[in-house]
Every structure is written in C-alpha cells, then in structure tokens.
C-alpha cells in the first residue's frame, strides 16, 4: 500500500512553454500532497504544500504564479510549470500523506524536467 | 524550524568494510526521522524510519540507525558494505500534526564503495 505514482518521468520541453506533472495517490486518498525539488548534485527542496480543494502554501522565494499547483481531488496533484526556462530544469518530486497512515509522506518517483 | 546537517559530504569505503554515515537534527519535539537512498537519476528509496519506541531502528537492505536524543542524531550503519550500496544518502526529519509528511531533508552523503 501507500504507492504514489508521478507521470511522465521525464519531459523535454522548450523554452518558453509549459509543462503538466501529476502526482497521484493510487491506494490511498492523499489529503496532503507536498512538491520538491531537487538540482543536480544537491538535496531536495521544499517548494509547497497544497491540501484537497485548498490553494497551495508555498515556500519562501517560490514563484507561486511560475510553479502552478492544483490539488482538485485526493488522489490527483498538478504541478505547472509555466514559461519554462533552462534554471527550471530539475528534478522534481512529489509526496503524499493521507489515510490510514496520517504520520508520514509516501514520494512519488520524480520527474526530470529538461527546458531546452 | 526544523533542521538537519549531515557533516560528511563524501564517505568512500571498501567493499565488506562497516559503515556509519552521521545525521544531526534540530527539531522542538521528538522527531520523526527518516533514512533515503537515492541512486542516480532515480527517486527516494525509504531505508528506515524512527517515530517511537525502540531507539535502535532496523531497515532494508541490512541497514540499522540508532535515535540518540542527547546528541540529537540518527546515524546509519551498516556492517558490511557492497558494491551495490553506493549511492545518495539523505537524512530527513518530518513534521508532526498539522505538518505531518513535510520533510526537511540534509544536504546527503554521497558513498563510494571500492572494490
């Protein structure tokens, strides 16, 4: 159980445009889902916490009008990542607490995100 | 806040040889800890978890970590290393209540296990 799955595992995009990435909680119902993201070389870094049918907290300095989150049910988390440009490529990963076990997050596989 | 320094950014060892890997946490109440693995350009594998209980926590992949609340850490160890052990390894403290699930991770050790 407490299996989240993140799709697509890696995305080229080009500069300028945007990009969709899903979290979603696939045996549980996910009340909280929390995004990441992580440089090269470097540890992961929280960018923001989004509840069901809430709007999403971020983390100070998260351009929250740049990195666009959407959590519209409990089990699907959107994050957008608009106007991409190459500093948004990144490896982004995504966690999600909920249901029974209410005492930890269970992360999502990561994306990679290449803005070329 | 929550914090978490791991002092080694780099820890080579021979294959076969122990391993400790050290992780110091600064939170307000008893932690909840947690141990990562991560391969390259791969996601976060859960090694083991601390919340309660038993200080010394036993994990996958022949992994233990000892909660010490004195010194405030939760350092890896593992008897005997393989080659198949290399890799990133990331300290984290959750939150608890409200926050629960939202973790602060350390910078990670990388280990290199020579043959």
């Known amino acids: 159980g407490a299996v989240v799955s993140q799709h697509p595992s890696w995305v080229i995009c080009k500069s300028g445009t945007s990009v969709k990435i899903e979290c979603r909680s696939l045996d549980f119902q996910a009340t909280t889902m929390f995004w990441y993201r992580q440089f090269p070389k470097q540890s992961l870094m929280l960018m923001a916490t989004s509840n069901e049918g809430s709007k999403a907290t971020y983390e100070q300095g998260v351009e929250k009008d740049k990195f666009l989150i959407n959590h519209a049910s409990l089990t699907l988390s959107t994050l957008t990542v608009t106007s991409a440009h190459p500093e948004d490529s990144s490896f982004y990963i995504c966690?999600?607490?909920?249901?029974?076990?209410?005492?930890?997050?269970?992360f999502g596989q990561g994306t990679r995100l290449t803005v070329v | 806040a929550q914090s978490v320094t791991q002092p080694d950014i780099h820890i080579t060892v021979s294959e076969g040889a122990s391993l400790e890997l050290r992780c110091n946490y600064s939170y307000g109440a008893t932690p909840y800890l947690f141990w990562y693995v991560q391969s390259p350009g791969q996601g976060l594998q859960l090694l083991l978890k601390?919340?309660?209980?038993?200080?010394l926590v036993q994990g996958i992949k022949g992994f233990e970590a000892e909660f010490k609340r004195s010194q405030s850490s939760f350092n890896l160890r593992k008897p005997s290393v393989h080659w198949s052990d290399a890799a990133e390894y990331f300290c984290?403290?959750?939150?608890?209540?409200?926050?629960?699930?939202?973790?602060?991770f350390g910078d990670g050790t990388t280990l290199t296990v020579k043959p």
């Open positions: 601390y919340f309660s209980g038993d200080t």
């Open positions: 966690s999600a607490r909920g249901g029974v076990i209410n005492t930890e997050a269970f």
């Open positions: 984290a403290v959750g939150a608890h209540n409200t926050n629960a699930g939202k973790s602060t």
